[in-house]
Each structure stands twice: as structure tokens, then as C-alpha cells.
């Protein structure tokens, strides 16, 4: 109805206060910044069976991350490529933008294109971000501590539902990056990420 109250997000991390008038015209306030988060977080989400996907970009949305990269594992059970990848990662995109409305985020997370695990690591030496590899055999390094250590934007990576193969970690390793672990229990996948964040 005309006169009512309403705040309008631009999903880029700013908000207006509107009044509907006359009839489906809106008439915006002055745009609001929200503050910057305290630490950009990415969660690298190994591609898991069913609808496992959709629930951790909708709560890891909920949870405030900047930005979701599904990625390809040696041990991944769902393989996506060419235009049902590209179809995918859209359907995911939605999921987020909805997941932001929802919780009245007035920015909203980027899925990223869903690339092999090898790209996942360049991308993030490329932006001068150490990988954070929850891994279940890591006994002693504890995410809080890495994140302790390294202050600023985190690249959180999680795997698939078989866990890391031995040369993924290397890989990792080789690329500055570091095995991280949550605690002595083994997580499912699309637990891992959400208790990381």
C-alpha cells in the first residue's frame, strides 16, 4: 500500500529506506554503507552428491562469506563441466542472492565458476591469500591458530566426501598452503565449511 515502509538492498553492501508511492514506485533514501567485514572469507567447497551444495551456499551465506568457489577433487563423486557446470553454478547464484534477502545481508557472496582443484590453488596465489586445508588427518594445527597468524582475506578449503588425496595435500603444501583441522572429529563436507565459518 502507498506510504508503506521499506529498505531496499543493491547487494554490493549498501541499503536505502524507501516509501512505496504511488502504487509500485519507490522512493529511496539516502544509501547506507554497511562496514566492510572484519576478514573477506572464500569457502572453497569441494562438489558434493545431491543437494548438499545448495544447503552450504545457503548457510554459508547466512554465515557472512564474501565469496563460494566449488571446485573439482580427485575423490569428488559429482563431475559438472562445459554448460551444465555453467548452468549449475547460475542455480547456486540464485540460492545465494535468495539466502541474502532472507537474512538481510545488503551485500550478496559470488559463486565462482567451478574449476579442478589444481586452479582453486592458483587463484589463490594469484591473490596473495595462504590456503586454509581442513584436512582429517591434521592433528595440530587448529584453523583458530592459522587464522591467528594470518591476519586478513582467508581461503577456507574443504573437500569432498572421500577426503583429500595425498597429492592434493602436496599440492596444497606447494602452493603456500596450509592443512588445518577443527578438532579430532572427521566432519562430513557440508558440515566442515559451516563449522569453519
Not at 40 to 58: R, S, T, Y
Not at 93 to 111: F, H, L, M
Not at 151 to 168: Q, R, S, T
Request: hydrophobic share 45%; charged share 25%.
Amino acid at each position: 500500500t502507498d506510504g508503506a515502509a521499506l529498505e531496499v538492498f543493491d547487494g554490493v553492501g549498501g541499503r536505502y529506506p524507501a516509501v512505496l508511492v504511488a502504487g509500485s514506485v519507490l522512493e529511496l533514501g539516502a544509501r547506507v554503507a554497511e562496514p566492510p567485514p572484519a576478514r573477506p572469507l572464500l569457502l572453497a567447497q569441494a562438489l558434493a552428491k545431491g543437494d548438499k551444495m545448495e544447503l552450504v551456499i545457503q548457510k554459508a551465506t547466512e554465515l557472512g562469506v564474501q565469496a563460494i568457489a566449488p571446485f573439482a577433487a580427485a575423490r569428488s563423486v559429482v563431475r559438472l563441466e562445459g554448460e551444465r557446470a555453467a548452468e549449475r553454478v547460475q542455480r547456486w547464484q540464485r540460492i545465494a542472492d535468495e539466502a541474502a534477502r532472507q537474512c538481510g545481508r545488503a551485500d550478496v557472496p559470488r559463486v565462482l565458476p567451478i574449476v579442478p582443484f589444481p586452479k582453486l590453488l592458483e587463484r589463490s596465489v594469484a591473490e596473495g591469500v595462504r590456503p586454509l586445508v581442513l584436512f582429517e588427518r591434521e592433528r595440530s594445527r587448529r584453523l583458530s591458530e592459522a587464522l591467528a597468524a594470518n591476519p586478513g582475506p582467508a581461503h577456507l578449503v574443504i573437500g569432498p566426501e572421500g577426503g583429500f588425496a595425498d597429492e592434493e595435500v602436496a599440492a596444497a603444501d606447494q602452493a603456500g598452503g596450509e592443512t588445518v583441522t577443527l578438532g579430532r572429529l572427521v566432519l562430513r563436507t557440508e558440515t566442515a565449511g559451516l563449522a569453519a565459518l
